[in-house]
């Protein structure tokens, strides 16, 4: 079992507010485990999300049609 981390612990590896991770957390964006009151992040969830939003936001980015651009 991978270890479970903090909302303090993910905001400091991801660069981000603590509140940030709480309100995505609670919005069900961010994976987590809800354990009574506290949420706990598991390290390899969290691993798997960022690699599917860098999947994501590049595949955005590379997908854009040429048949947009306008020839003249």
């Known amino acids: ?3 479970l981390l903090t909302a303090d612990e993910i905001a400091e ?5 603590t509140q940030w991770v709480w309100a995505q ?5 961010i ?3 809800q354990l009574g009151r506290y ?3 598991r390290e390899s969830a969290i691993e ?3 690699c599917d939003l860098e999947s994501k936001s590049a595949s955005i980015t590379t ?3 040429s048949a947009t651009r306008r020839t003249v």
């Open 25 to 29: 957390a609670r919005a069900g964006r």
């Open 39 to 41: 949420r706990r992040f």
């Open 31 to 33: 994976p987590h485990v």
């Open 63 to 65: 997908s854009t049609p």
């Open 13 to 17: 590896r991801l660069g981000v507010n």
């Open 1 to 3: 079992m991978d270890r």
């Open 48 to 50: 798997a999300w960022l």
